[in-house]
């Protein structure tokens, strides 16, 4: 069974920038699809990036200039470097995995096993 563990969330002013970590336990297998969503109240989770085991990425189109996903497999870890952080980037960043898969997809109905969070705020 996988389970994900967040970290490297945090509060910092614009301009910032963050590396969030998702610790990976258990066997994904060879074809997986890591993701990195966020949440804000009352608004459904949104994709911000995804990354297959085979390295293959892709990021909402607003976002892929300032995020950057990236996967350490000797770590078991999958990182997110948010740079020059805005407000608007805050929220809650959830790590989620979809197993068994040779196509990344942005729904979160896709993914079937979550992390717990990592809270990101970002002030003017």
């Known amino acids: 069974q996988v389970s994900l563990v967040e970290s490297g969330g945090g509060s910092v002013q614009a301009g910032e920038s963050l590396r969030l970590s998702c610790r990976i336990s258990?066997?994904?297998?060879?074809?997986?699809?890591m993701a990195w969503f966020r949440q804000v109240p009352g608004n459904d989770r949104e994709a911000v990036a995804v990354i297959h085991s085979d390295g293959e990425t892709t990021y909402r189109d607003s976002e892929e200039d300032r995020f950057i996903i990236s996967q350490d497999k000797s770590k078991n870890t999958v990182y997110l470097q948010i740079n020059s952080l805005k407000p608007e980037d805050t929220g809650m960043y959830y790590c989620a995995v979809d197993l068994e898969v040779w196509v990344c997809y942005m729904e979160s109905r896709e993914y079937q096993t979550w992390g717990q969070g990592t809270q990101v705020t970002v002030s003017s």
């Open positions: 258990g066997d994904t297998g060879t074809e997986a699809c």
